[in-house]
């Protein structure tokens, strides 16, 4: 595999981008400058050739990998695209049983990971490079003190999926006497799995299998967004709600929470809770089951106030309807809460259908108890040796100071990681990490599931893998390649039947990426309702009395702070408050006005024990009125390399001062309620600082209603999103559908489209909003990050954009998300006004963009009833060459001053066609991915040949719930949107409509 | 007649007008060119290969060494892997051998071996030394070939569509047989190649019906 | 001449002036050293074009995002600009030619300045389409010339190649058209000049014109058809620009009244334009006797129908929105009077349509401050019309997530300052080195008396300085 | 051959519109009036033809117009027909602006052109008369002394009810 690899060292420093960038204005000047041009060539290009030429390897021709995804610990499988030996674009592994050919924003933009110049070259020894001899030299001495006087040695790590890595970290912390591997999740479901320890006798995460569940309630779980394993419960999802069939099968999805995330606005019914309603909420919906049951509680569950009683008892009602095809799922860091649900689910009988206990998952392995035990020692200063990997401790914990400062009182503190960040500055060895693209690594993130990493590419820094380094240790000086495959000769190899032969075995799952073997059995206990009486019992204690919460949760693009460094998730709007590059402390409009605040206000908020944090404030529809939630994962250490991410011009604010951060570190606010991190968080003080700052948004009207006089959005409501219930939609597969207007054109059809004509339905039911689309895009296209002033300026230049919506009828809020992006009208307006031909039909029904014809007048722009084209105002800085190598050799690199837009991925259609001609057959439905369709996790994009009859595409144009956004305009676009159906019984959203003229 | 003459004048003047605007636009069609025009460029290689040698007098055929035209958007140019493949063994021209073998004849000796000078830097660039021999000191450096036929970073040629479809290697790039060093024949404007594409739809390639677009976007993307 | 003379009408000139006198007053404007007032207006025009001059340098080296515009709202100052400049442009034009067919005889002491405005106003709007592209070195790409590129030609249906090409005309029509109406002048100037450069470069400017009548009869045809070509154009040229709009698919912009509304529009700043300048040149010049209240009284008549039209075209606008039965049309005009930027559209109405009522009465007609500061205020006014319906349709078209605003920069604005920077400076040129008003067509509606002195006496006199007989 | 002209000036346009009359009664050649604005009936006076510069330009127009509208067409239709917007190959609705505006340009630019030419101005161009008042307040009238009988002082007679202002006799310049 690794000659494969070979790639000579000049290719990868001079990406031919390099010129490409420089050449537009270039032409245009001399242009300008008159037509006396020489004969010789101005600039010589040199041309390297491989010297020993790999015989896969065609320059110019693609290579894929199967590989997986690091972007956080779920697992997915991707297909790793390489040009000429270097990676430019993951995409879902359709074969993949737990991502099944999704991937999520996160693992897209993890590529340009890779590609960041800062991580580290060389291993520091108390700050200062170091070589690896070194290192190791010294670190195996103190080893061997600490071995002798028995120390404590801690290894402390997030959660590691890879079956290698846990099993040489076993082994190698078994050479010491007093060892123990500590792990935890910054963003921790620790409860989750200790309450099935308390309620099943194991300690364990199951597998949930939503695709089964008919009823879904979900406390405070934002399972779609960034809860355990999105990209595989958004699949999940989809499953359990197609409108396929007669009736349909269509999950019905309650949604308690107290802000509003990215599952709420997808939910079915969402009903906004306090934390502490929340508990009672949870323990509520268990006493009401088990009446239905026919048994009662040891507990007494106090009544809820009027709202949620109906809710809860309407809740009920489904579930009991549906037990055993029912799911309860909860993101509340509480074990009491945690073992009720257990319990709720128990009583319903989903354990063995919708839950998975044998099968479970390794996705989250977090353990709080452990966590809280070793930070004691570290106080107490007992600890004599720390590695840490994968994990922040210094930045993700809670009181990170006096922990620094405990730390000094460890002998040997080391840590694995690909920056200097804020644990590695106070550790005396920084052993810097590859990229999961440079290396080699395993997996097994649900059991029986396991999958290969493989390199794509040969290592841009001399970093060395965690396995490697502990073999060296451990003085057996093997390859991460050897190690992974002895392990899994050794125990994964015989957890099959299939292959007969170990290399069969190996080569096959390298080539496919994973493999599926027999979980490792697990003693799980029956249910033991003991537990359950005393969590009760606590829940009930919480006093139901108003009072103000933070609620903490990761960011739903960089997570819990580990992407902070990657400028495109950055840039990636948050699916729901549509902010870019900055964290906000977002809370209700009532909580707003009764603190006399408005949207920027910078807050303090404090917390006892000198706790504080400063953050604006954002005003959030939906959102809980007891609630401040804030996302984690900002203010990470030297975020401040942003700051000219954006173009420099003379009113142009950087995206972040210098030494500063990309927002605010939000951890400091954690609270460990006994031995677990409570992410709600209470007995905070909101204090004004009387400043505002700016927050970056990308849209700026949120309501499908015309603002009335006085700005609010009570007017006239726009026909854009077509909406439907469940009910209607099985009454009449039409329902919801706007007027369609009569679109007579006084020009003769003058223009037919005999081969292909290209087009795209996009299901809005489908559709969660998750912004896989628009990184996938941004990847594939070269489109450049341009800072927060640009976006603030209304100049961000995704091609792609969701468009969401809020509905608000008294309490229910309702929430559509409308992906938007070319729609390559037929009659396309910004075509007739263009002077200069650059924007003109081709033969295919695609609306093109011609870069170097374009002369930038935006009157395209303006005349598109979309809104979907993007100007070029500056130059926009690509990063340094490292960063450059991202660039798809396949798409020009747009240069200030021209128009740009979604292009239906036209360089994938030409590729295809040509292939096909190559090949001597005609195309196929599916030859043609674009981007965004490839990543969606929710396959709500279906993008294909409109003339091919027998194409998905053509179908679905049919299906009676196809309509075209602003068809009345008769533009003629060549996307079709499927209504939105919710299954929610007769809610009127398609009435209230306007008529068109 | 004073009259007259000034007719004549404006007569005169009005021609020469005429005249040099004619002139200027003839020349600024013929011979005038654009930027980017690099129509004859015929550099000076690293390694003086003679493309008349190899493609005319031994006929190897062009995809031999450009491979890449047959599957990928680029051509390619040989690894020098591909050269050694027969250079491994001919180190010189045959005329310089056979020299060789008279001399040495004459000086009854076994026969030196010869390389040729353009050779001698062949095999340094594979990290071989002078004459071709395993050197561990040595180090592979590669060949800078000089590109001569580019095109501007926003168009998008595919070789293999074309090579495929059958059009032939000289349809752009001349008479490459020919050359000893090679030069730019075509002038690879747009014009230049929709036309081309323009033909080819209306009279096939080798009266065999193809689909050349026109689109902006087969190029331009 | 006779209804000149009449004394139903006022005299069209005060002071009854001889033919030299006429003479005398206009070219002795251009014989004097340059007055300290010519000189400081000049100095702080100057200095305004530069400024503008620096900012679109800048502009032109890091990009047009140094204006305010963004994704949504794709032009705003530029276009503003080019369309309010454009509109200045066509009083000139209407004056000179319009009126001239109409046999308006007032016009001539005016119409050679209004024709010089016309140029500086067109030359003032012309940069705008150039500049507010994002490569304007490739702005020649706006031509059709025969090319490399297969050839490849200029879309013929984008309004934005028909306002080259109606720029282009109108500018040469206009020039050509100015400088018509400045040959016989040119050749008084040369006749009286002293110094030898003036003889030299007067003379090289007049083309050897001697007043032979038989040229004359040739001109005033000409001048009868250039007119003729003039008047439908300027209304072409400002119909094409309102096009740039009325052909698009957005909301308050795809409308037909446009054409109508723009020229209407045009006419009324135009005027107030002008009446602005002759008001300072009368005095700064002394030509009071020349430009008397009469025109301008005149004007502001003018001033108070095209007001009128402009004030139903917004009333219209109003009542077709609703009418339509159009949701996005209907929003589009409530939004453009109560949204974010009411402000503007209330500023706009109060400057066209209330202001220039101030001119039913005679006593504001004649009062040259007022009328000044009027007009000052109707330019206002209508530089607000072009941005508000620029801005207003472009901030919330049809989709509302892509709904935005938009705030100027520095930069727009010293742009703006700079095009009337520009536009001054060449009218101080102008009003410094050629004659403001036609002397030849003012003598002809002068109406002055046929002389009597005993003619012996009157010969004796000419005899002394008679040059000696030729030939 | 070279001729001797009658130079006789005036004072006021209507002084020379009635010499003129007078001289054109008596049989007397005119050669030419030259005057500092154009004298309204002088034309008449000195029994010229009306100009046929109107039908020039109108000619030059329409050629204008023709030219551009086949040029549109052609470029957009024929030379490289491309789908722009959905619209026909041939809008000609579309192609009217530019047509127009090309019309007027060619009859505006070819008349002003043709004048030039005809009347023999040009930039530099030596005034071919020099009398230094005719383009400031005087009006000046030249008859061509052709006949044998030819007598100036029956001239000056003739004119002096018109405030005759200067009498002077000139050779036309020989070229």
Known sequence: ?997 | MKLLNNRMTTVVLLVAVVLTMSVFFTSFTSNMRLPDNHQGFEPVQPIAYSHRLHAGELGIDCLHCHGGAEQSRTAGIPPASTCMNCHQFVTASILSVREEDKLAAKESRPPRKIVSPDLQKLYRAVGLNEMGERDISLTAEGIEWIRVHSLPSFVYFNHSAHVNSGVACQTCHGNVETMERVRQVSDLSMGWCVNCHRDANANGINAKPVNASIDCDACHH | ?471 | MSRRLLVSTFAHEQDLLDATNTAREKGYTILDSFTPFAVHGLDKAMGMRPTRLAWVTFFLGISGAIAKLWFQIWTSATSWPVNVGGKPLKSVPAFVPVTFEVMVLFAGVGSVLFFLFRRKLWPGKKPRFVYERTTNDRFVLVLVEDRADFDVSEVRQLFAPFHLVNLEERMEQES
């Open chain 1, 1 to 997: 595999m690794k000659d494969h690899l070979h790639t000579s060292e000049d290719q990868l420093n001079l990406p031919e981008e390099f010129s490409r960038r420089s050449f537009l204005k270039l032409a245009g000047f001399t242009f300008a400058g008159g037509v006396l041009a020489g004969c010789q060539q101005s600039n010589l290009e040199k041309a390297i050739p491989h010297l020993i030429k790999p015989e896969e390897l065609v320059p110019g021709v693609p290579l894929w990998y199967a590989s997986t995804c690091a972007g956080c610990s779920a697992g997915c499988g991707v297909l790793v695209k390489t040009r000429d030996g270097r990676p430019i674009k993951l995409e879902g592994n359709p074969e993949h049983p737990i991502s099944r050919g999704g991937l999520c924003a996160v693992g897209q933009a993890s590529l340009l990971g890779l590609y960041d110049s800062q991580r580290l070259g060389a291993p520091l020894a108390h700050g200062k490079e170091s070589t690896w001899e070194q290192v190791d030299a010294a670190i195996k001495a103190e080893l061997e003190g600490i071995r002798k006087r028995n120390g404590a040695v801690r290894f402390l790590t997030g959660t590691i999926t890879s079956p290698t890595t846990n099993e040489l970290v076993r082994r190698f912390l078994s050479t010491f006497k007093d060892a123990r591997h500590v792990v935890y999740d910054p963003v921790s479901s620790s409860a989750l799995l200790d309450a099935h320890e308390r309620t099943h006798g194991v300690r364990a995460l199951p597998q949930f299998r939503l695709e089964k569940a008919t009823t879904i309630v979900s406390l405070n779980a934002d399972f779609l967004g960034t809860w355990l394993s999105p990209v595989e419960f958004t699949k999940a999802y989809r499953q359990g709600r197609s409108l396929q069939g007669t009736p349909p099968v269509f999950s019905y999805h309650t949604q308690f929470e107290s802000r509003l995330s990215i599952t709420g606005s997808n939910a079915d019914e969402r009903v906004s809770v306090s934390p502490v309603e929340l508990a009672h909420v949870a323990s509520r919906l268990l006493s009401l089951l088990t009446e239905r049951a026919g048994r009662r509680l040891p507990v007494a569950v106090p009544l809820l106030d009027e709202r949620l009683e109906r809710c809860t008892t309407e809740c009920v009602e489904r579930l009991w309807r549906t037990k055993g095809k029912s799911l309860v799922v909860c993101g509340v860091n509480d074990v009491a809460i945690q073992v009720v649900v257990n319990a709720i689910n128990e009583v319903l009988g989903n354990y063995g259908s919708t839950i998975d206990l044998n099968r479970s998952s390794y996705q989250a392995q977090g353990n709080d108890t452990d966590l809280a035990k070793l930070l004691d020692e570290i106080r107490s200063g007992n600890v004599s040796a720390l590695f840490v990997d994968g994990v922040n401790p210094f930045y993700d914990l809670p009181g990170a100071q006096e922990l620094a400062a405990a730390c000094e009182t460890i002998p040997l503190p080391v840590s694995f990681g690909e920056r200097n960040d804020e644990t590695a500055e106070h550790m005396h060895y920084v052993l810097p990490q590859p990229h999961e693209l440079e290396r080699w690594n395993d997996s097994e993130a649900i059991a029986g599931i396991v999958s290969l990493t493989q390199p794509t590419i040969q290592p841009l820094r001399p970093a060395r893998p965690l396995m490697e380094t502990i073999s060296i240790w451990m003085g057996t000086k093997e390859s991460a390649y050897n190690l992974i495959r002895a392990e899994w000769e050794r125990s994964i190899f015989k957890r099959q039947t299939r292959e007969q032969s170990f290399t069969q075995f190996w080569n096959k799952t390298l080539h496919d990426g994973f493999a599926i073997v027999e979980p490792k059995r697990q003693a799980v206990s029956s249910f033991n309702p003991a537990a359950v009486a005393e969590s009760l019992r606590q829940l009930s204690t919480q006093s139901l009395q108003q009072k103000l919460f933070v609620e903490l949760h990761a960011s739903s693009t960089i997570l819990d702070g580990r992407h902070a460094h990657n400028a495109w998730l950055q840039e990636l709007p948050d699916p729901v408050t549509k902010i870019v590059w900055d964290n906000v402390a977002s809370l209700s409009r009532k909580r707003a006005e009764s603190l006399n605040l408005h949207e920027g206000d910078v807050v303090r908020l404090n917390r006892e024990g000198g706790r504080v944090i400063e953050l604006p404030i954002h005003i959030q529809q939906g959102h809980q009125d007891d609630v401040i939630s804030v996302s984690l994962g900002y203010g990470r250490k030297g975020t401040d390399r942003f700051h000219h991410v954006n173009p420099k011009w003379l009113q142009a604010k950087p995206t972040v001062e210098k030494g500063g951060t990309v927002g605010t570190n939000a951890a400091p606010l954690l609270e460990w309620k006994g031995k677990t991190l409570s992410y709600f968080v209470s007995g905070i003080e909101v204090e004004r600082t009387g400043t505002n700052r700016q927050i970056a948004v990308t849209q700026e009207y949120d309501f499908l209603t015309n603002p009335n006089l006085l700005g609010e959005s009570s007017g006239e409501k726009r026909n854009i999103i077509q909406q439907a219930s469940l009910a209607t939609f099985v009454a009449n597969p039409s329902a919801g559908s706007f007027p369609k207007p009569p679109l007579d054109s006084l020009w003769p059809e003058e223009h037919t489209y005999p081969g292909h004509r290209w087009g795209m339905v996009i299901d809005l039911t489908a559709c969660t909003g998750c912004s896989a689309c628009v990184i996938s895009c941004q990847v594939e296209n070269n489109i450049p990050v341009v800072g927060k002033d640009e976006v603030a300026r209304n100049r961000e230049l995704q091609w792609l954009r969701i468009d969401r919506y809020y509905e608000e009828e008294g309490e229910t809020l309702r929430v559509a998300h409308q992906p938007m992006l070319c729609q390559h009208c037929g009659n396309a307006p910004c075509e007739t006004v263009c002077p200069v031909l650059a924007t003109v039909h081709n033969s295919e029904g695609l609306n093109q963009q011609v870069y170097n014809r374009c002369v930038g007048t935006r009157y395209c722009a303006n005349n598109c009833p979309y809104k979907v084209r993007h100007f070029n105002w500056f130059q926009y800085p690509r990063g340094d060459e490292i960063a450059r190598m991202v660039l798809n050799p396949d798409v020009t690199v747009r240069d200030r001053g021209v128009m740009e837009k979604c292009t239906f991925c036209v360089q994938r259609i030409q590729l295809a066609k040509i292939e096909a001609k190559n090949e001597g057959r005609a195309l196929r439905d599916g030859d043609v991915k674009s981007a965004c369709q490839q990543s969606c996790p929710a396959d709500a994009i279906i993008f294909g040949d409109v003339n091919d009859p027998n194409s998905e595409v053509s179908r679905k144009m049919k299906d009676p719930r196809t309509y075209r956004v602003l068809e009345e305009l008769g533009v003629r676009p060549s996307i079709g949107y499927m209504t939105l159906v919710r299954n929610s019984d007769g809610i009127a959203v398609a009435e209230g409509g306007m008529k068109n003229g």
């Open chain 3, 1 to 471: 001449m006779a209804e000149i003379l009449s004394t139903l009408r006022p005299p069209l000139v005060l002071g009854n002036k001889s033919y030299a006198d006429i003479t005398d007053d206009v070219c002795s404007a251009l014989e004097r050293k340059s007055s300290t007032g010519w000189w400081t207006s000049f100095i702080i025009a100057v200095g305004v074009l530069i400024l503008g001059a620096i900012s679109v340098g800048y502009q032109l080296v890091t990009g047009v995002g140094v204006w305010g515009l963004n994704n949504t709202v794709g032009w705003a100052f530029d276009i503003t600009n080019f369309v309010f400049w454009i509109g200045i442009g066509h009083a000139g034009t209407l004056i000179s030619a319009i009126l001239f067919l109409f046999r308006q005889r007032w016009r001539t002491s005016i119409n050679r300045s209004a024709e010089a405005m016309t140029l500086f106003a067109v030359i003032c709007a012309g940069i705008f389409p150039i500049i507010h592209t994002g490569r304007p070195w490739f702005a020649y790409w706006f031509i059709p010339y025969p090319n490399f590129r297969g050839p490849l030609w200029v879309n013929f249906r984008s309004p934005l190649v028909w306002d080259m090409f109606a720029i282009g005309c109108y500018l040469t029509i206009s020039a050509l058209f100015w400088y018509v109406g400045l040959l016989p002048d040119l050749a008084t100037i040369r006749d009286r000049a002293k110094t030898m450069w003036r003889k030299k470069i007067f003379g090289f400017f007049s083309f050897g014109w001697d007043g032979s009548n038989r040229t004359w009869q040739r001109y005033e045809k000409l001048y009868l058809l250039l007119a003729g070509l003039a008047t439908p154009l300027v209304v072409s040229v400002h119909t094409i620009v309102s096009w740039d709009f009325a052909t698009s698919i957005i909301p308050g912009w795809h409308t037909t009244i446009f054409p109508p509304y723009f020229v209407a529009g045009a006419v009324f700043s135009g005027f107030a334009m002008v009446l602005m300048l002759m008001l300072i040149v009368r005095k700064v010049m002394n030509l009071e006797d020349y430009i008397t209240l009469h025109h301008i009284e005149n004007m502001t008549k003018v001033i108070i129908a095209t007001s009128g039209m402009v004030g139903l075209a917004y009333i219209t606008e109003l009542f077709v929105a609703y009418y339509s039965g159009n949701p996005y049309e209907r929003f589009a005009f409530i939004n453009r009077a109560l949204g974010p930027y009411g402000w503007a559209y209330w500023l706009m109405v109060t400057c066209n349509v209330v202001v220039p009522q101030f001119f039913w009465w005679k006593k504001i007609r004649r009062h040259v401050g007022m009328v000044f500061i009027l007009s000052i205020f109707i330019n206002v006014g209508m530089w607000f019309e072009r941005f508000v319906i620029i801005m207003t349709s472009l901030t919330r078209d049809f989709l509302p997530g892509s709904w935005s605003g938009f705030t100027p920069t520095i930069l727009d604005i010293t742009t703006l300052l700079g095009s009337f920077g520009l536009f001054f400076t060449l009218f101080l040129l102008f009003a410094r080195f050629l004659p403001m008003i036609a002397i030849g067509e003012v003598k002809g509606v002068a109406g002055v008396k046929r002389a009597t002195p005993p003619g012996a006496v009157e010969k004796r006199k000419e005899v002394a300085h008679e040059p000696a007989p030729v030939g």
